[in-house]
């Protein structure tokens, strides 16, 4: 689809809420040539994601943004510091940005994705 429409796959972002942002964690992972990075909202790494043998060359211009609230009482916001150690793992730098909300998106955050974009 992709070239057939002649879309730059770094100009792809996914962006998920919760199971949504597993979902885009994923996809950073199994196949970063089909997108420029991900916005990732109150989620989490797979813990079946092993980062141990892969090629980081595929993941140096990646854009990562990670948002959540710091009430989460869903996936709780630590997970997201764990999360952000994987992508610094594969050397991006994320930017991580908590909110002072449940599990939810507020129009801030959407303030700062929209600036991040």
Do not use: C
Request: aromatic content about 12%.
């Amino acid at each position: 689809m992709i070239g057939q429409y002649g879309i730059d796959p770094e100009q792809i972002y996914l962006m998920g809420f919760s199971q949504g942002a597993i979902m885009s964690y994923y996809v950073l992972w199994r196949s970063p040539e089909l997108i420029g990075g991900i916005i990732a909202l109150s989620g989490r790494l797979l813990t079946e994601i092993d980062v141990s043998n892969i090629d980081l060359r595929k993941y140096n211009k990646k854009r990562v943004f990670i948002g959540h609230g710091t009430e989460d009482r869903v996936i709780p916001f630590a997970a997201s510091e764990l999360t952000s150690g994987f992508v610094r793992d594969i050397g991006l730098l994320p930017t991580l940005i908590y909110y002072p909300i449940g599990h939810t998106i507020t129009q801030a955050e959407i303030a700062d994705i929209v600036d991040w974009l």
